[in-house]
């Protein structure tokens, strides 16, 4: 297992749980002390996105599949928490980063 391999793994698996924190904020099962660690897996998500771009361009994989995930992630920003629209566009950029760390994986 090589850096890129890791970085999409573990940024995945960093996904997967900022998916679940946000399910259960938007089901209303944690609303006082949920929220921080939310913004900080939202910014540890971006931030391995960014990394597995960076190794995968070194590695000469396609690293430009990982750029939707990417541009869908920053553009969460832009929605309010709590509404459709938000955990809408979460489900697609989950959906993008899979698809884009599926194809960065095979090279």
């Known amino acids: 297992m090589n850096a890129l391999h890791l970085s999409l793994l573990t940024t995945g698996g ?17 609303r006082d002390r949920a929220r921080w660690p939310h913004h900080a897996l939202f910014f ?9 771009v960076a190794l995968g361009a070194l590695a000469g994989s396609r690293w430009w ?8 992630l920053l553009g969460m920003t832009r929605t309010r928490p709590g509404r459709a629209g938000h955990w809408r566009l979460a489900l697609v950029g989950a959906a993008a980063y899979g ?3 599926a194809l960065a994986w095979r090279g």
């Open 44 to 52: 540890a998500v971006c931030a391995g996105t960014v990394l597995s």
């Open 14 to 30: 960093l996904l997967l749980l900022l998916l679940g924190l946000g399910l259960s904020l938007q089901l209303g099962w944690r």
């Open 99 to 101: 698809l884009g760390a």
């Open 65 to 72: 599949a990982l750029l939707p995930a990417l541009a869908l």
